[in-house]
């Protein structure tokens, strides 16, 4: 008969190992320590969302909606996405639960998995999982140095090496509209020299352009204006004050005129937190001021600013900066047991330790003392507990120091309290 096929995970989809979600907690508990301090109040929000949300919000011609969208219609014909972003998602949040009338800004952070039909490759998947930080009702320079300031701080509480932050800003819709036309004009002399997919950006997204990966299309652009030529004196002043209060919380940042970050609502400020090495740029961080968004999922003006950071190119950073998060816990005590009436007694012991706050291993599955005082041995116990006939017929316990050998018998009823005195 043929083997059934084992059937695995969705291509560019994993599994979380016990020491990933490891990681994931010690970033998670990062996170929540940063958002006490800057007073975020944490919120989750569904993993499907109407896709209009983000045909709305992210832009029909992004990427991100346009290529890389798993969508879904429902039974009842609902068109549903899985949330590719999060920042749509806190905008409807803070619209649909009156947010607005909430003071002003509100200070909001979310975690969780994100999909995207992306090329599966290294550090890029289809399911990824972000945290983001968003401020939703304030315009001042301030809070976009916040923001930064706050991702900055996290991954240096992390103790990844080598970090920038990159910045640009984009301006207010006109400007860039005026910056696009320039843009347009200048590439379309060169139109032929774009790759196929810059020759589309060209009338549908042209400052995609700006962030091409191929070589042919990053030659041209290095020919391009920059966008700051183009900003209103209120938003270059905008930026000046966001790079000064950089400088002020020591936040080493790098301008790169080429950072659009592709999406419609992006407003003046835009940024990524790139770890950079001998080999590569790997962005950890991205975000920006979004003051269009709120706009045009229906409210009234608003402005906001935020940013989301991958968790798994995080986790990928610790690890290569040689940053160990153990997963198991060393245990101090282990309780052996030997026989039927012993290892009842030795699982009402192991509790009574466990609510004392003793850190306790067992091995009650197995009926073989050596076998148990085995793994007492490799898990580097500093007592073991053993619980014979004898010792549960006399209600008495053998407590062996395992650095001397020692062994001594112990009245059950003193074992608790005298373990907890020795450790
Ligand atoms: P974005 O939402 O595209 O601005 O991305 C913010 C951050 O999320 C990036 O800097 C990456 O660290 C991470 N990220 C985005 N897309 C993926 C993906 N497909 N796989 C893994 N991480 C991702």
């Not at 979600?21 to 993993?47: G, M, Q, T, V």
């Not at 900055?152 to 080598?162: A, E, F, G, M, T």
């Amino acid at each position: 008969m043929a083997e059934e096929e084992l059937i695995q995970t969705p291509k560019g989809m994993h599994d979380q190992m016990p020491e990933d979600c490891a990681y994931f907690s010690r970033i998670e508990n990062a996170c929540r320590r940063l958002a006490k301090d800057y007073r975020f109040d944490r919120i989750d929000f569904p993993i499907l969302e109407n896709a209009a949300l983000f045909k709305k919000g992210t832009g029909e011609t992004s990427d991100i909606v346009e290529k890389q969208m798993y969508t879904l219609r429902t039974k009842s014909g609902e068109i549903l996405a899985l949330r590719p972003e999060g920042t749509p998602s806190v905008v409807r949040f803070y619209l649909e639960h009156g947010a607005r009338t909430w003071p002003q800004p509100v200070k909001l952070w979310y975690w969780g998995p994100f999909f995207r039909y992306e090329k599966a490759q290294a550090g890029r998947y289809r399911q990824f999982h972000q945290f983001g930080f968003e401020v939703i009702g304030g315009a001042d320079s301030t809070l976009d140095a916040q923001v930064i300031n706050i991702f900055y701080r996290l991954l240096n509480s992390l103790r990844i090496k080598d970090l920038t932050v990159e910045i640009n800003s984009i301006g207010q819709l006109a400007e860039r509209e005026n910056y696009k036309k320039a843009l347009v004009k200048q590439l379309k002399k060169n139109q032929s020299d774009l790759c196929p997919d810059c020759r589309r950006r060209l009338t549908r997204n042209p400052l995609r352009i700006l962030d091409c990966k191929e070589a042919t299309c990053q030659e041209i652009v290095r020919q391009l204006p920059h966008v700051v030529d183009y900003l209103s004196p209120e938003c270059h002043q905008h930026f000046q004050e966001v790079l000064e209060l950089l400088g002020e919380l020591n936040i080493p940042y790098r301008l790169n005129p080429h950072l659009v970050r592709g999406l419609d609502y992006y407003t003046r400020t835009v940024f990524e937190i790139v770890q950079t090495n001998d080999e590569e740029k790997k962005a950890l961080v991205g975000g920006g001021r979004y003051d269009r968004l709120v706009d045009l999922l229906g409210g009234p003006p608003t402005p906001a600013v935020g940013g989301a950071a991958g968790i798994e190119r995080i986790v990928q950073a610790m690890k290569e900066s040689g940053r160990r998060v153990s997963y198991r816990e060393k245990p101090e005590v282990f309780i052996a047991q030997l026989g039927p009436a012993a290892k009842k007694e030795a699982m009402r012991l192991f509790e009574e330790l466990r609510q004392r706050g003793i850190k306790v291993a067992e091995a009650f599955g197995r009926d073989s003392l050596n076998a148990q005082l085995k793994r007492a041995d490799r898990l580097g116990v500093k007592y073991v507990v053993i619980i014979g006939q004898k010792e549960a017929l006399e209600e008495t316990i053998t407590l062996k120091t395992m650095s001397t050998g020692q062994q001594r018998l112990v009245k059950r009823s003193q074992a608790v309290s005298l373990i907890k005195k020795r450790l």
